[in-house]
């Protein structure tokens, strides 16, 4: 069974950082790029950036260049993503999901359970 | 505000046939594959169509996807309560160079 697991729910204060982890099971972890997706309360997804574990290779979306970095551990098959500089903005459900399918088709299968970030002061 | 619109919710009553929307242009479903996925609160999404109209293995044929131009469609027949969840659309967008999602609508079975 394929299953990603994610850490947990955090708090943070605005201007500080996040690391939230994902960890994988059930299939070769090297084999598909993990993606992280978030959902602001009362808002659609948004898609943040995507890792090839096998190589590293990470791609993000324009607006969390220079914010967001994803990393991967082969050794426990666990993916990382740290979003730095927090604002209020930034309290979202966060997401990871593999993507299953050749280059732009296919489908994010399957889900992280999610993590909520809470950004307050 | 979505990339890709949906309406905000629908509704229909159990054993019925509803369909949800979800429109684009020519960068996103114009040019690619759309999924479509189903989301109850608390729990991770679930993915029931995937390349426009294609269902993973162990989904129902209850559920079906279709794509004409810059809009794609997803259709449930025999409704059941346990259907009753937001379903988001989802593609690739060539201008954006970014997976974009729709904004999601709550179906409710009345």
């Known amino acids: 069974q394929v299953l990603l697991v994610q850490s947990g729910a955090e708090v943070k204060k605005p201007g500080a950082s996040v690391i939230l982890s994902c960890k994988a099971s059930?299939?070769?972890?090297?084999?598909?790029?993990l993606h992280w997706v978030r959902q602001a309360p009362g808002q659609g997804l948004e898609w943040m950036g995507r890792?090839?574990?096998?190589?590293?290779?990470?791609n993000y979306a324009r607006k969390f260049q220079g914010r967001v970095t994803v990393t991967a551990d082969t050794s426990t098959n666990t993916v990382y993503m740290e979003l730095s500089r927090l604002t209020s903005d930034d309290t979202a459900v966060y997401y990871c999901?593999?993507?299953?399918?050749?280059?732009?088709?296919?489908?994010?299968?399957?889900w992280g359970q999610g993590d909520l970030v809470t950004v307050s002061s | 505000q979505s990339v890709l619109t949906q309406p905000p919710s629908v509704s229909a009553a159990p054993g019925q046939r509803v369909t949800i929307s979800c429109s684009g242009n020519i960068s996103n479903i114009g040019s690619n594959f759309v999924s479509w996925y189903q989301h109850l609160p608390g729990t991770a999404p679930t993915v029931l169509i995937s390349?426009?109209?294609k269902r993973p293995s162990g989904i129902p044929d209850r559920f079906s996807g279709s794509k004409s131009d810059t809009s794609a469609t997803l259709g449930i027949t025999g409704l059941q309560p346990g259907d009753e969840a937001d379903y988001f659309c989802?593609?690739?967008?060539?201008?954006?160079?970014?997976?974009?999602f729709g904004g999601g609508t709550k179906l409710t079975v009345l």
């Open positions: 989802e593609t690739w967008d060539n201008s954006l160079s970014a997976w974009v």
């Open positions: 059930g299939y070769i972890f090297t084999s598909f790029y």
């Open positions: 390349d426009n109209d």
């Open positions: 890792i090839n574990p096998g190589g590293g290779s990470t």
């Open positions: 999901a593999r993507r299953v399918g050749a280059a732009i088709r296919g489908r994010f299968d399957p």
